[in-house]
């Protein structure tokens, strides 16, 4: 925190906007006066430098990774780390996001992201590699909270003590995806404004929406649906309590035709966050 209260003041307001997916790239370009900010997944620009330059020219792009895995122990995948460098500086990024999760194990790549284990040994685990990946990178680090379908027992905090001890130890900031915490808050059945409440809302500088499906009584992290009501209502309770500077739809599959619902989800997230902020003032 600074003396004017905002958390990470290097960040600018971008606005909202969507995920970059390659089978959108047309309706996106055409649709540039309705879309003020683009994310990229990080892994998929490696070997992409002229693509990029083109979506930087047109946009505002921010860089989000899959693969940094910042729960596994041991040092951090140097090779790796100095190709996200790369993308980051490409594209001057403000700051870097990934997900507090593990993907890979020595030897092992699992493939997806599996949720830490909330104890004192993961945070001082994930609090050495946040702090060693922002001096890397030499930007700060947004971490973001994912959806889960296990919750690994025998916790010994809270994830949102979790999320307070990371930012205190290392001055991370968040990336609070609101659909993955209304997807947790159905699956294990407990309340979604009480899961805010115990968040560093403070640190909040980014925020991810999406929709997902029913499988049986299971609520999926589909990427591929409209934004559902109870989302956009954590949106804007969200919104009324912290200024959020940056606002992505994710959608990975089940593109509609034209890109005209996508659009309208970006600009209700954008009405949403300008009015809280107004209201703020
Ligand atoms: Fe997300």
Redesign the pocket.
């Known amino acids: 925190m600074t003396s004017s209260g905002e958390h990470l003041p290097g960040v600018p307001h971008l606005g909202s906007g969507l995920g970059y997916r390659r089978e959108l790239r047309d309706h996106i370009l055409r649709a540039a006066g309705r879309i003020d900010v683009l994310e990229i997944v990080t892994e998929q620009f490696m070997d992409a430098e002229g693509e990029l330059e083109e979506l930087a020219d047109h946009f505002p792009v921010i860089p989000h990774g899959v693969g940094l895995s910042l729960g596994t122990v041991g040092p951090l995948d140097r090779d790796y780390l100095s190709r996200v460098k790369r993308v980051c500086d490409l594209i001057d990024a403000p700051y870097y996001s990934e997900h507090l999760a593990i993907t890979r194990a020595p030897g092992i790549d699992i493939g997806h992201l599996s949720p830490v284990w909330f104890v004192e040994d993961q945070l001082r685990t994930v609090v050495d590699n946040i702090a060693a990946v922002q001096d890397f990178l030499g930007r700060p680090l947004v971490v973001?909270n994912i959806s889960y379908l296990l919750e690994i027992p025998y916790a010994t905090m809270s994830q949102g003590e979790f999320f307070h001890r990371m930012v205190e130890a290392t001055g991370c900031g968040v990336l609070l995806?609101v659909a993955?915490v209304h997807i947790n808050s159905c699956n294990h059945g407990f309340s979604a404004e009480a899961f805010l409440d115990s968040m560093p809302l403070h640190a909040v500088v980014q925020i991810?929406l999406?929709g997902g499906f029913l499988d049986g009584d299971v609520y999926i992290d589909g990427h591929c649906a409209r934004v559902n009501e109870p989302t956009w209502k954590l949106l804007e309770v969200l919104a009324e309590r912290v200024p959020v500077r940056v606002s992505i739809l994710?959608q990975d599959a089940d593109f509609p035709d034209e890109l005209t619902p996508m659009l309208d989800d970006v600009d209700r997230s954008r009405q949403i966050i300008t009015a809280a902020g107004e209201g703020r003032r």
């Open positions: 973001e995806d993955n991810h999406a994710e």
